[in-house]
């Protein structure tokens, strides 16, 4: 007798695509939501820059959270600093939850952005605000207080400083609670080149279809990475370690020591310069059970179309309490919080 087998449903296969280096600022605004623009800041000034970050990491610390019952600490160092104090000290606020604390340990007031970060801010400013005007707007995105008005200024930045090549940061979508949607992040490398990392999260309706692809973009001293709006909400990041390194050679001899030659390093820079929206200042940010500021995710596996997108608050149990954090979860609903104005809200306003 025959017997008759049945043969599996064949599944269509789904291509998996290599990772792909993205070697220049065309190919880098081709496959992702971002543009590269290299030599950004006066050379001399990228220089001075570097060597005054480096001189400010020795005193920076490295993210300390609690990863189930044990603290964990991040593998590179991190600092945070504000543009000028706000009178209100709202944005201190926010600074103590950059550098995730825990046991109740708060930061020291963040130190504000020295001369030289102030002038490469303003040609990080001038580059972010050109390529906005290119770019359509999505409709969740802070559209100003009135039209015309500059759509996007720094008024905080974090920075980092990997030291060799096993220094990283793994894989992440910066938090929102106080970028809100759609944000622009415009992060500055200085020293030594680095891989910045990139991968999409494919929505849960499309995981049947397609494959994510990683994206390797190489860093170089004095460019400039812009994450634009949607970046945040549809692919992750990282800076990985890597096998090998390639020592930076700096243009300039340390200002303090005008007569050594420049020494060659193997430490790099980062300075994310970021828009931390008036509409999410710090006293708007919902508080969960245990009394502490929730954190605002985007609904990653949901679909990106600007309209239909779904941000949570959530407890922040990683940076306190000794990581034991409530079940705090709630829709963020940019009515009913009266956040705005966006470009959504002005679509709707009489012409
Ligand atoms: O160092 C970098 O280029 C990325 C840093 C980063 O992702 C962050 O600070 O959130
Ligand atoms: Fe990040």
Redesign the pocket.
């Known amino acids: 007798m025959d017997v008759l087998h049945q043969t599996p449903t064949a599944k269509p296969s789904i291509p998996r695509l290599p990772p792909l280096t993205l070697s220049n600022p065309t190919m880098v605004a081709q496959h992702t939501p971002c543009t590269q623009h290299l030599s950004i800041l006066p050379p001399e000034l990228a220089c001075k820059l570097f060597y005054h970050m480096l001189d400010l990491s020795r005193s920076w610390s490295r993210n300390r959270w609690w990863l189930f019952d044990r603290v964990v600490e991040s593998p590179h160092r ?1 600092s945070f600093f504000v543009r000028e104090y706000t009178t209100d000290g709202s944005w201190h606020e926010a600074a103590q939850y950059w550098q995730a604390m825990y046991n109740g340990r708060k930061t020291d007031p963040p130190d504000v952005f020295p001369e030289v970060m102030e002038a490469a801010c303003e040609y990080v400013e001038k580059v972010v605000n050109e390529e906005m005007s290119k770019r359509d707007r999505f409709p969740l995105e802070w559209a100003g207080h009135k039209p015309g008005d500059q759509l996007w200024h720094a008024n905080v930045a ?1 920075a ?1 400083c ?1 030291e060799g090549r096993k220094e990283s ?1 793994g894989f ?1 979508s ?1 938090q929102l609670t106080y970028l809100g949607p759609y944000p622009t992040i415009a ?1 500055l ?1 200085l020293g030594a080149s ?1 891989t ?1 990392r990139l991968r999409e999260v494919v929505p849960s309706d499309e995981i049947s279809t397609r494959h994510a692809r990683t994206f390797n973009v190489p ?1 170089p001293h004095n460019s400039l ?1 812009i994450m634009h709006a949607s970046t945040q909400e549809s692919f992750k ?1 990282s ?1 990985p370690p890597q096998s090998v390194l390639d020592l930076h050679r700096p243009l300039y001899p340390h200002p303090s020591r005008p007569s050594s030659p420049p020494e060659p390093t193997n430490r790099r820079i ?1 300075i ?1 310069f970021r828009f931390y929206r008036p509409d999410f200042n710090p006293k708007s940010t919902p508080r969960c059970k245990c009394g502490v500021p929730t954190i605002l995710r985007a609904d990653m596996k949901n679909r990106h179309d600007g309209k239909t997108d779904r941000y949570w608050w959530s407890c922040y149990a990683g940076a306190e309490n000794d990581g034991k954090g409530c079940d705090f979860w709630q829709v963020m609903d940019m009515k009913a919080e009266r956040r705005g104005p966006t470009f959504a809200d002005r679509s709707r306003e009489p012409i």
Do not use: I, M
Request: hydrophobic share 35%.
């Open positions: 991190t974090a980092n990997y940061v992440h910066d992060s490398s680095r910045f860093l990475f990041h800076v980062n994310t």
